[in-house]
């Protein structure tokens, strides 16, 4: 069977920080001096040789650069990393290249040379805007560096710029969540990623809790407050996180939350991809950057491919398009999975008789704002013995 491909994007993973955050989880590493940059691009550059030939062509629609801080590495080596991408593959005319920065390690001068690299859309780690928290963090800038850096982003002449925001943080009020969205809301970035201070297994703040952690009410109490606010503000909700005003909502993000491929270049990087007769397979790099950069270019087989079951190639699908308010239309689950919707009858039923999801149009499912509250007990209703998926 001929199936039609999905998008295609490209992360690529720089894995440095200049220090390790203590709720962070994700494949970053603390790096006491300089790291090892050129001989990591050189690493990379290989890495995506490789990856060209799993794209066989197919158009790039967006590169996301993340980490890590990748806003350690000068514009000189992101531009060497961009130039082996627009050299190796086809990129479409409009590609959207993210690049995500620290407001502690940018300057005016890398963030034009940024620009001038190829870099067409920024996003910030602010975090808190209030100093306390930042420290509560383990954040190294300061609120004042973010208003600079966000300043001196626009005259590099970024058209959208993201600014990441957390609630929920040690020690915060309602008036302090409140204050943070509207100062992120004054600088009126084209894009807010909202998200909740979660304590992740393998991480700092999960073996040892901070101290005055908001309850659940008060939790629910922010999110309900600091989300009117951001629609108050012009920015729409398209995602349970992620807030953007007109024409500029992450497209790669986009691609993930709509079970589209991608590909994966750096250390810990995970890809995607979906063969012309509906397989879906996933691999992974070495997560250890020493690791990462002595496979390269050993390993001129390419990733070790994991194919997917069916009935994971739904839930995942159903794990991703449950995360968007205006959801998912039927059509999409079956060219996107391959599967019948027949899969999806009973949960979907059940979660609709419990307030969980509702048909916005004919063949057209989303979730009630109850269903993007209780997100995880939605999701798990596509996983359970509610649904066919994890047997078909």
């Given at each position: 069977?001929?199936?039609e491909?999905p998008?295609?994007s490209?992360?690529?993973?720089?894995?440095?920080?200049?220090?390790?955050?203590?709720?962070?989880?994700?494949?970053?590493?603390?790096?006491s001096?300089?790291?090892?940059?050129?001989?990591?691009?050189a690493?990379?550059?290989?890495?995506?040789a490789?990856?060209?030939?799993?794209?066989?062509g197919r158009?790039?629609?967006?590169v996301?650069?993340?980490?890590?801080?990748?806003?350690?590495?000068?514009?000189?080596?992101?531009?060497?990393i961009?130039?082996?991408?627009q050299?190796?593959?086809?990129?479409?005319?409009?590609?959207?290249?993210?690049l995500?920065?620290?407001?502690?390690t940018?300057?005016?001068?890398?963030?034009?040379?940024?620009?001038?690299?190829?870099?067409?859309?920024?996003?910030?780690?602010?975090?808190?805007?209030?100093g306390?928290l930042?420290?509560?963090?383990?954040?190294?800038h300061?609120p004042?560096?973010?208003?600079?850096?966000?300043?001196?982003?626009?005259?590099a002449g970024f058209?959208s710029?993201?600014?990441?925001?957390?609630f929920?943080?040690?020690?915060?009020?309602?008036?302090?969540?409140?204050?943070?969205?509207d100062q992120?809301?004054?600088?009126?970035p084209?894009?807010?990623?909202?998200?909740?201070l979660?304590?992740?297994?393998?991480?700092?703040?999960f073996e040892?809790?901070p101290?005055?952690?908001?309850?659940?009410?008060?939790?629910?109490?922010?999110?309900?407050?600091?989300?009117?606010?951001?629609?108050?503000?012009?920015?729409?909700?398209?995602e349970?996180?992620?807030?953007?005003?007109?024409?500029?909502?992450?497209?790669?993000?986009?691609?993930?939350?709509?079970?589209?491929?991608?590909?994966?270049?750096?250390?810990?990087?995970h890809?995607?991809?979906?063969?012309?007769?509906?397989?879906?397979?996933?691999?992974?790099?070495?997560?250890?950057?020493?690791?990462?950069?002595?496979?390269?270019?050993?390993?001129?087989?390419?990733?070790?491919?994991?194919?997917l079951?069916?009935?994971?190639?739904?839930?995942?699908?159903?794990?991703?398009?449950?995360?968007?308010?205006g959801?998912?239309?039927?059509?999409?689950?079956?060219?996107r999975t391959?599967?019948?919707?027949?899969?999806?009858?009973?949960?979907?039923?059940?979660?609709?008789a419990?307030?969980l999801?509702?048909?916005a149009?004919?063949?057209?499912?989303?979730?009630t704002?109850?269903?993007?509250?209780?997100?995880?007990?939605?999701?798990?209703?596509?996983?359970?013995?509610?649904?066919?998926?994890?047997?078909?």
């Amino acid at each position: 069977m001929n199936t039609e491909l999905p998008p295609l994007s490209l992360y690529l993973h720089l894995p440095w920080c200049a220090s390790k955050c203590p709720y962070c989880d994700f494949n970053s590493h603390a790096t006491s001096g300089e790291p090892p940059r050129d001989r990591y691009v050189a690493a990379m550059v290989n890495d995506l040789a490789n990856e060209a030939q799993l794209a066989a062509g197919r158009p790039l629609q967006s590169v996301f650069i993340g980490g890590g801080t990748p806003s350690l590495f000068a514009p000189r080596e992101i531009a060497a990393i961009l130039a082996a991408v627009q050299r190796l593959f086809v990129v479409a005319g409009n590609c959207e290249i993210t690049l995500e920065a620290n407001p502690g390690t940018v300057e005016r001068d890398n963030l034009a040379g940024y620009r001038q690299a190829g870099v067409n859309r920024l996003s910030l780690g602010a975090q808190s805007f209030n100093g306390d928290l930042l420290r509560a963090l383990g954040r190294i800038h300061s609120p004042a560096e973010i208003r600079t850096a966000f300043d001196e982003a626009q005259a590099a002449g970024f058209a959208s710029v993201n600014i990441d925001l957390m609630f929920a943080l040690p020690g915060q009020t309602l008036e302090m969540a409140t204050a943070d969205v509207d100062q992120v809301c004054s600088l009126r970035p084209q894009h807010v990623s909202y998200y909740q201070l979660t304590l992740e297994p393998n991480t700092i703040f999960f073996e040892r809790p901070p101290p005055a952690m908001p309850d659940d009410d008060l939790c629910w109490e922010i999110e309900e407050r600091c989300h009117e606010r951001l629609r108050e503000a012009g920015y729409e909700r398209y995602e349970i996180s992620a807030f953007a005003q007109p024409g500029h909502r992450c497209r790669h993000n986009l691609n993930y939350w709509t079970f589209g491929d991608y590909l994966a270049a750096g250390a810990g990087a995970h890809g995607k991809l979906t063969a012309a007769d509906g397989t879906i397979r996933r691999y992974r790099k070495p997560a250890h950057p020493l690791a990462y950069m002595e496979r390269h270019p050993a390993a001129a087989e390419g990733p070790r491919m994991q194919t997917l079951r069916a009935g994971e190639v739904g839930f995942e699908y159903m794990l991703n398009a449950l995360r968007l308010p205006g959801g998912f239309a039927e059509a999409e689950f079956t060219k996107r999975t391959g599967m019948p919707l027949a899969v999806l009858e009973a949960p979907l039923a059940r979660a609709r008789a419990d307030g969980l999801m509702q048909e916005a149009a004919h063949g057209v499912w989303r979730p009630t704002p109850l269903g993007l509250r209780f997100l995880n007990d939605l999701q798990s209703r596509f996983l359970t013995g509610e649904s066919d998926l994890h047997t078909f």
